[in-house]
């Protein structure tokens, strides 16, 4: 049953002509942005070489380098916490959260979240929600899904599937802006509303993209500043 689901899923998917569109421009996009980006860099593929030495040494020795890791951010002042599965980590949270709120006089708490597929993984949002506190998504392509009430459709890009008079419509129905498909005119308007979760968050919430086991810094990569705001204006960050 669940195959024959799937297939028809597919085949839908395949006909909607304003979702291949979006695809297709999306893939242009994507390749010409790659093209662009190797130019200004004539040694990518030594660093690439590199990252990849770097990332096949920590793998092969991943409990040294964990221990030093933990050990460099914790002297650094940072609580580490080690979950063992996605419930214990959604428990973690939690608890975290019923900590602020006992030093608070707020009976929910309003996340302020960027970067994170793992959060998406083992369900973190909807437990979040379910225990009454408000988390609002900081990437635009995560805000926009939110929004809409979906899951990412794409690990990098999660409103890939969307078109612009899509989000304006979508815009226009929830936030009660004038509906309108210039895309620097939406973005301002995201941007108007997540300013004020960036500054009224009681815990800001991300991923990190890498970590360095001889300083326990925490490197994120982001392209639109919001992964910064999370993790340094909120007064908690998970």
Known sequence: MMKTSFRASIREKIADDSLQAALDANAERRVRARVSALTALPDWR???QKAHAVRAEVIEHLDEYLAQFVAK??????RVHR????A?????????????INSSTKSSLLFAKAKSMLAEEIGLNQALQAAGHRVVETDLGEYIVQLRGER?????????HLRRHQVG??????????????????TQIARSVLREAFLTADIGLSG??????????????????????????????I
Do not use: W
């Not at 979950?83 to 996605?86: C, G, L, S, W, Y």
């Not at 490197?219 to 500043?225: A, T």
């Open 152 to 160: 990412p459709a794409h690990i990098i890009t999660p409103a890939v």
């Open 73 to 78: 951010v914790s002297s650094n002042g940072i």
């Open 169 to 186: 419509q979508l815009f226009h129905e929830k936030l009660g802006s004038p509906y309108t498909e210039d895309i620097p005119t939406l």
């Open 46 to 48: 030594e660093r690439r």
């Open 88 to 100: 214990e980590a959604v428990r973690m949270v939690l608890e975290i959260s019923e900590t602020a």
């Open 208 to 237: 990190v993209n890498f970590g360095v086991a001889e300083t326990g810094s925490l490197c994120i990569v982001s392209n639109e500043g919001n992964a910064r705001m999370c993790t340094s204006l909120p007064p908690v960050h």
């Open 83 to 86: 979950a063992r599965d996605a």
